[in-house]
């Protein structure tokens, strides 16, 4: 017979005796459906760049638009959710992101970039749902004590997603694209540069398209299976909008906790979009084209993205020993100290550097948002949806270090340079770290 402590260690799936082990899966089964589409959009930064001879900033309107649309629909989910269930929050997060990925096919019919900012959007307002909504749930899944840990478990199965991601990506899409580089596609009159456009994006949309039939799949089997509500869904039994707002705001391990969740988001995502460029200038300057040093690039990529997968359950394990906060704090000075590798030293063993930041990073996540939310209590609908709009931070903080690429800085190349970002990032999510561990 166990004993309470010995339960209490467990990572329980189960709530004043029910067991939710099934809806824990069929949710979890989310968290990698995301983890494919965060994954297989960082490598379309290059990609669509070269397909409509783009600069590099104007490339990273890809991921303005993807985390634009977690912004702007995670406050919207998180009062869905409150009205109705998180099994209608994770049904239509699936049906908004099949639809997202379907547009795929119009938008090449159209062979313009801005269709594809649309479907990237739309597709994006679909996972906002699912972030907002499977998070807290999981959270919910179980005793109090170990929802940090048992959320950072579902969690591990978001970079499985994630390597499958990269993996279609490099294989589907990069490896099948017109191998001519950009100065070539510049020399190219209209009519070439359209006949290549349009081939280039069809092989471009053919991994999303079957990716739409995977959505709809998940989506019947969701919609077979019974996913206990958690929390009561009529609007009479709910604390008021504004009220939860205020005490969320109050709450100051909340409120620094969505700063460093935006932080963290925008270090992870220049990380993993931008060792693409970055691994590219390296092979290069080593005699490679530009196509095979990106394709080389994204299986550095790819063993990045395996470290992260198995430091989550690394993670999990420590954290019975370790504080979360202290943890997070030790790996985010270790991450600080490795970018200072990549901007300083630079080729080979910067790119190694770059990859090795992966490990740090694996645990930050679902780390800041167990904290976060943590005191919240009934707010976490809405606590939830706060911090899945700090994923903004994959938007904004891209951008800039495109713009420090771009500008062609000489003393030290720009995108060795441009690292600079995600490691001031990681300077405040080592503060949140330390503080919480206070």
């Known amino acids: 017979m166990t004993t309470d402590k010995e339960n209490k260690s467990r990572l329980l799936v189960t709530r004043e005796g029910v067991s939710y082990v099934l809806p824990f899966i069929v949710v979890t089964c989310c968290f990698a459906l995301w983890g494919f589409a965060n994954d297989i959009t960082n ?3 290059k990609a669509f760049s070269k397909i409509f001879r783009m600069s590099v900033t104007d490339g990273t309107l890809v991921q303005v638009a993807f985390y634009g ?38 938008a090449r019919a159209v062979g313009s970039f801005w269709p594809f900012l649309i479907a990237y959007f ?21 005793d109090k004590e170990t929802a ?11 970079p499985i997603g994630s390597l499958a ?21 510049a020399t190219l009159d209209d009519a070439q540069f359209e006949a290549l456009k349009q081939s280039d994006l069809g092989v471009l949309v053919q991994p999303y398209a079957l990716l739409s039939v995977v959505i709809i799949l998940l989506l019947a089997v969701l919609l077979a299976v019974r996913v ?41 995502i220049t990380c993993w979009t931008f060792i693409i460029q970055y691994g590219t200038r390296v092979f290069m300057a080593q005699g490679m084209s530009e196509q095979a040093a990106e394709v080389l690039s994204q299986r550095y990529n790819i063993v990045a993205m395996v470290i992260f997968c198995l430091m989550r359950f690394v993670n999990l394990y420590l954290m019975k020993y370790i504080k979360p906060g202290r943890l997070m704090a030790f790996f985010a000075a270790v991450a600080l100290a490795l970018l200072c590798g990549v901007i300083f030293v630079g080729g080979h063993t910067g790119m190694c550097c770059l ?32 911090l899945i709009m700090a994923i903004l931070g994959g938007s904004v903080l891209p951008a800039l270090q495109a713009m420090i690429i771009d500008s062609g800085v000489t003393a030290i190349p720009a995108v060795n340079l441009s690292f600079i970002v995600p490691a001031l990032c990681f300077v405040v999510v080592m503060r949140y770290g330390l503080r919480h561990s206070r």
């Open 43 to 45: 490598p379309m930064v």
């Open 69 to 106: 649309g977690y912004f702007c629909m995670a406050l919207p989910a998180a009062l869905f959710i409150r009205r109705h269930s998180f099994k209608s929050g994770i049904v239509m997060g699936l049906a908004l992101y099949a639809l997202g990925v379907l547009l795929f096919i119009p």
């Open 122 to 142: 739309i597709l994006t307002c679909g996972l906002s749902f699912l972030e907002t909504t499977a998070n807290p749930y999981i959270l919910l899944m179980g």
């Open 148 to 158: 940090t840990r048992r959320l950072n478990f579902a969690q591990s199965f978001n």
């Open 165 to 185: 991601g990269m993996f279609v990506a490099m294989n589907f899409i990069q490896a099948r694209l017109n191998p001519l580089d950009t100065a070539q596609r």
């Open 228 to 268: 206990p509500a958690l929390r009561k869904a009529s609007s009479g039994d709910r604390a008021p909008v504004l009220p939860a707002f205020r005490r969320l705001w109050a709450n100051k391990a909340y409120r620094r906790g969505v700063a460093a969740q935006f932080f963290y988001v925008g270090a992870q």
């Open 355 to 386: 990859v090795a930041v992966s490990a740090c990073m694996s645990l930050m996540f679902p780390t800041i948002y167990g904290l976060a939310l943590g005191d919240v209590g009934e707010d976490a609908e809405l606590g939830s949806a706060g």
